[in-house]
Nanobody, 124 residues
Framework: VQLQASGGGLVQAGGSLRLSCAAS????????MGWFRQAPGKEREFVAA????????FYADAVKGRFACSRDNAKNTVCLQMNSLKSEDTAVYYC??????????????????WGQGTEVTVSS
């Protein structure tokens, strides 16, 4: 199983980035997908998640209204559109897949597979 995240970079505060995660080696449509982030010196934290069918999304309060998660099961990809970025959004962003139905999408421990991370730096 491989989850390949991309799209990170350096952006000014108020700007936008779109992260993508390409999945292979798993039946993508059978997995809920999540995005997490980890800032230097901090624990990994939940950002967003999307159900396997794409009909339900979850967001951390810190990003609600600014970030949007989507997926394309035909292309085995999940995306995170990040708008109105703030300096506190600076972190390494990870995509992850969870195979158990009815799990806890906000919990790191629920996820079976993790990507390698893509770095997002927001300058103020």
């Amino acid at each position: 199983v491989q989850l390949q995240a991309s799209g990170g970079g350096l952006v000014q505060a108020g700007g936008s980035l779109r992260l993508s995660c390409a999945a292979s080696g798993l039946t993508f449509r059978n997995y809920d997908m999540g995005w997490f982030r980890q800032a230097p010196g901090k624990e990994r934290e939940f950002v967003a998640a999307i159900s396997r069918g794409g009909g339900t999304t979850f967001y951390a309060d810190a990003v609600k209204g600014r970030f949007a998660c989507s997926r394309d099961n035909a292309k085995n990809t999940v995306c995170l559109q990040m708008n109105s970025l703030k300096s506190e959004d600076t972190a390494v962003y990870y995509c992850a897949g969870e195979g158990r139905a009815g799990g806890r999408p906000r919990a790191v421990a629920e996820y079976d597979y993790w990507g390698q991370g893509t770095e997002v730096t927001v300058s103020s």
